[in-house]
């Protein structure tokens, strides 16, 4: 891996120390990561009075103006996810919503493999035969031209959320609200599709308090837990309105209020203090496994639940979901490894994965996984017996895969996504050419040139004797940590093993020391303990509270080291 150290202006390091009273690991934080002093106090302790009044979205206004008028004319309304966790938590966040002040809701989540991705003309044409007059799509829709005009043909009116890139075409929605389309607003262009749909229901509660409609004496922070969720499940960056959401909706989430979320805890064996690496590697996992094998509809009536009893079944039918996935992932993945391994790695920017029939639910973890791997762009395809491909993208930093497929677009019969996770569909005849095609646009993209070896962002040097209990209450303060705000990474100098010893299989522990006499556990997944170089060594790691039958104990998450003496 590549070491890159930020550069620190000590002086500014220095005054945040003296003006904040922080440790100076945490202050180097702060510097490294752009956070002026003027910003400090709403990085450290975000505030949900300071989010954006929900009305900047221009359609706002029009939206909730609609929903209450379904609500006294008795209407019902059809609200239209995602199957995966964003588009489900999005969904029992605004059915919740509605029912509490007294709509009449259905909802309504596509099957990957039946209905496909999102609002279409035969979701429409179901919707007509229960006769929806109001249709609310949540993570979805922003690219649904045809199927918008389906509804507005049968007099079905339209409310698009979304936070998906718009194509070249906006459906003529009764009201669009998508912060994509409004570039101006900076603060409101990473949120998740969950964050956009809180910000249509703060906008219909106090448009609803404002005018005497209803709301009057509803909690909407009892949702935040769905909130969080979502959010950290969909991988958007963790700054910002999404800092604050997430801030906020993990004390929720902790609470376990909610009886799918205590059932679903209980299954994974989680206690009241729930992190968002929890929700990203143990409780999003599950959601999404319903998505990509099964019923989308088990995931939603588990958040739905109102007793444990019912909860119980149902989280462990998305555990048996989720074990299903990972049967398909592997060999999935075993197979597309083999295809990679046969190629000359180095002279490739792209990597281009496929295989006969295989999982449509679990390509896009097979591309993260291949993309983290090695590094680069990659593409994983499943062609089926008709001759048609369905893939899945992901991308590394700095390189937007969006883009790079705008350039391939002759071969594909459709696409779309994030800069980092794409989907796409062609079909079999133009597959060599998309290969060819892909590879180009990223070459050409980087010029030729480009570093795919992995990089290691560290803030700075520290001391073990830094890494003190104050530090550690500060450290707290910095999350949540997640996509563009991880955990801080130091690097520390002349350090020894005292102990060293295996855990697990493949994973090592022990104590550390350094020059300064202190010592600390350490932890280091994915390195046997005969892998180890010479010490003393530099070491690259992540200080954390290691919470281990009640006990809390200070440790380092140990991700890199090198001998000194090389």
């Known amino acids: 891996m590549r070491w890159e150290i930020a550069k620190t202006d000590n002086q500014a390091v220095q005054a945040l120390m003296s003006d904040f009273g922080l440790p100076r690991p945490i202050a180097l934080v702060l510097v490294s990561r752009g956070i002026a002093p003027e910003q400090l106090n709403s990085f450290l302790d975000p505030k949900l009075q300071d989010l954006i009044d929900p009305f900047v979205l221009p359609d706002m206004q029009k939206a909730v103006e609609r929903m209450w008028l379904a609500i006294q004319r008795n209407e019902r309304i059809v609200i239209h996810g995602d199957y995966d966790a964003d588009g489900i938590t999005s969904t029992v966040l605004l059915a919740w919503v509605l029912r509490e002040n007294g709509a009449q809701i259905d909802c309504f989540l596509p099957h990957r493999m039946e209905d496909g991705y999102g609002l279409t003309s035969e979701s429409v044409l179901k919707a007509v035969a229960e006769q929806h007059k109001l249709l609310i799509t949540v993570d979805c829709g922003i690219t649904s031209c045809e199927a918008t005009d389906t509804a507005n043909a049968n007099g079905i009116d339209v409310i698009i959320t979304d936070h998906h890139q718009p194509g070249d075409h906006i459906p003529k929605a009764f009201a669009v609200l998508n912060p994509k389309l409004h570039p ?9 599709g969950v964050g956009v749909c809180f910000k249509l229901c703060h906008g219909f509660i106090k448009f609803g308090r404002e005018r005497g409609l ?56 989680l206690n009241d203090r ?195 209990e104050h530090f550690f209450l500060e450290l707290e303060r910095l999350g949540p940590f997640g996509h563009s705000n991880p955990a801080p990474l130091f690097r520390f100098h002349n350090v020894v093993p005292e102990r060293i010893m295996p855990a697990g299989r493949d994973h ?24 180890f170089p010479k010490s003393p060594w530099y070491v690259v790691a992540v200080p954390e509270i290691n919470i281990f039958r009640g006990s809390r104990n200070p440790q380092l998450q140990v991700i890199d080291l090198r001998s000194m003496a090389e």
């Not at 101006?184 to 998740?192: D, I, K, N």
């Not at 998309?434 to 646009?441: G, I, L, N, P, V």
Request: glycine share 8%; hydrophobic share 40%.
């Open 214 to 269: 209803g709301g009057m004496h509803f909690d909407l922070k009892e949702g935040m837990d769905l909130v969080a969720m979502g959010t950290v499940a969909d991988i958007v960056p963790l700054l910002g309105e999404n800092r604050t959401l997430v801030r906020h909706g993990m004390k929720v989430l902790s609470a376990q209020r909610r009886p799918g979320i205590r059932a679903l805890c209980d299954l994974v064996r």
């Open 508 to 531: 090592t522990r022990g104590i550390l020391a350094d020059a300064t006499g202190q010592r600390i556990q350490f932890i280091a997944f994915g390195r046997r303990p005969d892998s």
């Open 184 to 192: 101006e607003l900076e603060e409101l262009q990473c949120l998740a």
């Open 274 to 468: 729930i992190s968002p690496e929890d929700v990203t590697y143990r409780l999003a996992p599950r959601l999404n496994a319903a998505g990509r094998l099964g019923d989308p509809e088990v995931a939603l009536r588990l958040l739905q639940a109102r007793s444990i009893v019912d909860a119980y079944p149902l989280a462990d039918h998305l555990d048996d979901f989720n074990r299903q996935r990972q049967c398909h992932e592997e060999r999935a993945f075993a197979s597309a490894k083999r295809q990679v391994t046969r190629l000359c790695i180095d002279d490739r920017f792209t990597l281009v994965a496929k295989g006969e029939n295989w999982h449509r639910g679990v390509i896009g973890i097979v591309a993260s996984r291949l993309s983290h791997e090695y590094h680069r762009p990659t593409i994983v395809l499943s062609i089926d017996e008709k001759g048609d491909v369905h893939g899945s993208g992901r991308s590394i930093r700095g390189i937007n895969l969006v883009d790079a497929l705008r350039h391939c677009s002759s071969f594909l019969t459709r696409y779309g996504g994030h800069p980092m996770a794409t989907g796409l569909a062609l079909t079999l005849e133009h597959l060599q050419g998309f290969e060819d095609a892909f590879e180009t646009a990223i070459r050409n993209f980087c010029n030729g040139q480009w570093d795919f070896t992995p990089c290691i962002n560290i803030e700075g040097d520290v001391r073990f004797d830094e890494l003190s």
